[in-house]
């Protein structure tokens, strides 16, 4: 059954798989010891003449503490084996160094990435600044903040990097769901979320919305293409100039960001 | 002198005061088998309007877009496009409200308030509920927030559309379905906290003479721990609601941060520095506790069928009744196991997994002690035992599957697919609902005073049982598959792409398991009124209300009732019969075993000759 997961290409995976596996197996085992024991019982102990009489027996104490204690060690068992992984996922203090942060901004209905541009540094945000030309919320006045390239519905990563994402969302809460990355996480307004990963196969993959976010949830898809280094890099140059490009072009109307094959937002405003 | 007020009182009603004793009797009525009758037949409405719904669904998941058959075209343009397609819109309210009418509309007021009315007083021996009027309150609560929930249909909007659990800021800047979605919620959270008082009452304080709490069948000590657990749960869904109802209607920010960026609505009202997140801890501190409230009924109904039809003792009956009490104190500290990828901080995740991982223990008790009772026994398998049976087998794949989403890693990634919607319904159609199956065949007969046809009962749980499963167990795969919950068209993304085929199998399957479902209503239709007349006892129950008449009059006893012992005593050596009803009495079994002896040793006699 197992067989049906999406392609992991991530390296937490791997783990969360043998979990999911590992659970699998306990499962099946239990569920065909308990249903053979039961369906034993429905042929054996069926009443077949009249006046036939049941054992009459009330229970026993040993048993009972038997079938208590087993479970109760089995399931901690994998709380504990769990908790390892979860933490090493989770946790903020185990978070690998990130080689690549990427901002992502969920909006009904579609997904907004960001990059810090050029010079590696993220512009301010504020949440008073947000609105739909400005997905973000970057402060108009920092200049950090202008060469910031953001994307629509297209996040780009390099491969056998470590990717921080820093979430939110603009409007309602929404869900970045990975599935070949075994990544997912609520996007909840007014609050950012940290999730990362780790891409070992270059391709391109999907990008869900897992979360209920109006009638057009089912819309919110994204491609994540994962990139050699070098594909990245150039990609990474491409962007970058053509922003560059159109920001240092003096022109009165905001530059729209000279996207690959999507329809950038404009990431800030030209003016120098 | 009661003899003389009460033919006074025939005489005075028989001209014009009829219409006004049939509303007494049948409409605003305060005795608690005509209360529970009016919520099983108003369930089961809601439970057919549920299941519309979800074949609409379906329809639209195996083929998306395309027409709804023989009715597309005459339902009202809000609903489908021109071609007679759902739309996303209505699609989304329709899944809002299939979960909602299944969950407060369908399987709690066929657990809670037909099991629980009908149930509680007879099986403890009392002459109904210890307050009437309140609990017919509780149940005119109920039919007028369904309507006020489904008006909806009828705003500009439509009906609620954010899923049942509703979560905020999605259900704060909604349509006015969403309100009306809330009050109804509301209304039915005040009927379920006045039938939870009365359990409570009912039960600690008029049971019969000599009955002790230990002497209660599984049945009245689940129904008596969910109304503890409704009245501890439900006043937060009330507070939840209330402030979800303002920051709709008066913009407050309970649940709004600032600055969101909303193009339906003007904003700037909302102050803000709300959190989304409070909504889910409250939500969930009142619906975790409510999925026991859907099953713990259902385990007692369980086990009083499996021990009657198996004709033995419960198997370990005290430690059943502390498993039931585990689960609901342990289940007011798991609510954050729907929360792990919420956004809320980590640690509070590995919390909540141990504390759920240690709540699938008492149901692993329960299971294992089911099983002990058929060891041995000798087992009937009339309609209501079929059911209960499989309501253990599937109660195990929905507590393991449970295991699954417990394991926090493993829900990251299954959180939000289909692998949860097959739990939510092997805990619910196949635990709960099967429970409902077996409980109201096992008590038509005392409901009614009529047996319902064995054969048809047969029917309709083989073609329940088979396509149920094939309807639910392949989710689990979809969910695997990582298709999400909730969404309109998997088609739009390639890697669900292959999962279309299963998708149709499962919408065919879920069409013959909706059908089935008038098969049962036939038969209960039907045999209410042509089944053939029952017995006091026809299942040879040791129960309080096996008693009482078949139907129980008015007042449900014509004996003077006193308890001698559990509710188990089957196949008891002390009785030359197999079981042994609750109020014999010492002396009075002696009587009945001599009799019996007696008749048996005639038999004997008579039968060389025959
Ligand atoms: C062994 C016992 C059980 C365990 C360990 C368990 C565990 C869980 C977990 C962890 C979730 C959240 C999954 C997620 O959203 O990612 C969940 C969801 C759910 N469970 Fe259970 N569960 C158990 C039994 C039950 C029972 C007995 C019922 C009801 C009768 C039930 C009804 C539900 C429902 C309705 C949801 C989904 C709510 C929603 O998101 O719409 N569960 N369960
Ligand atoms: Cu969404
Ligand atoms: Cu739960």
Known sequence: MLDWLPENVSVFGEGVDHLFTLIYYISVAIFILVNVIYVAFIIRYRRKRKGDRAYYYHGNNLLEFSWTALPFVLFLFLAFYSDGIWESIKYSDKTPNPDLVVEVMGQTYMWHFRYPGSDGIFGRREARFMGTTNPFGIDPDDPNGKDDYTTINNLTIPVNKTVLVHLSSMDVIHSFFLPNMRVKQDAVPGQWVDVWFNSVKTGKYEIACAELCGSGHYLMRAVLEVKSQSAFDGWLDEQYGGLLAALNAPSAVPATAPAAQDQSAPAASPTH | MEAVLSTEKHALAGGHAHSESFIRHYIFSTDHKMIAKQFMFTAIFFLFIGGAFALFIRWQLAYPGQPIPLIGKLLPSTWVNGQGAVTAEWYTQLLTMHGTIMIFAVIIPLLVGTFGNFAIPLMIGADDMAFPFLNMVSFWLFPLAGIIMMSGFFMEGGMAAAGWTSYPPLSAIASTGQTLWIVALFLIGFSSILGGVNYITTILNMRAPGMKMFDMPMTVWAVFITAIIITIG???????????????????????????????????????????????????????????????????????????????????????????????????????????????????GTTFMVSTMVIAVPSAIKTFNWLGTMWRGKMEFVTPMLNAVAFVSMFVIGGLSGIFMASTPVDVFIHDTYFIVGHIHYVLFGGSLFAIFAGLHYWFPKMSGRMYNERLGKLHFWITFISFNCTFFPMHILGIGGMMRRIYDPTVYDFLKPFQPMNEFITISAIVLGFAQFILVYNLLHSWFYGKKAKRNPWRANTLEWQAPSPPPHGNFDTELRVYRGPYEYSSPDSVQDYLPQTVSPEELQEQNERHRQRLAQQEHAQPVA
């Open chain 2, 234 to 348: 439900t006043p937060v869904l009330a507070s939840a609601l209330s402030m979800l109802f303002m920051d709709n209607f008066l913009s407050t920010s309970f649940f709004m941060p600032a600055h969101l960026t909303v193009a339906t609505r003007d904003m700037s009202r909302t102050a803000g520095g709300g959190q989304p997140l409070l909504w889910q801890h409250l939500f969930w501190f009142y619906s975790h506790p409510a999925v026991y409230i859907m099953i713990l009924p259902g385990m007692g109904v369980v086990s009083d069928v499996l021990a009657t039809f198996s004709r033995k003792p419960l198997y370990g009956y005290k430690a059943m009744v502390f498993a039931i009490i585990a689960i609901a104190f342990l289940g007011i500290i798991v609510w954050g196991h729907h929360m792990f990828q919420s956004g809320m901080n980590p640690l509070l």
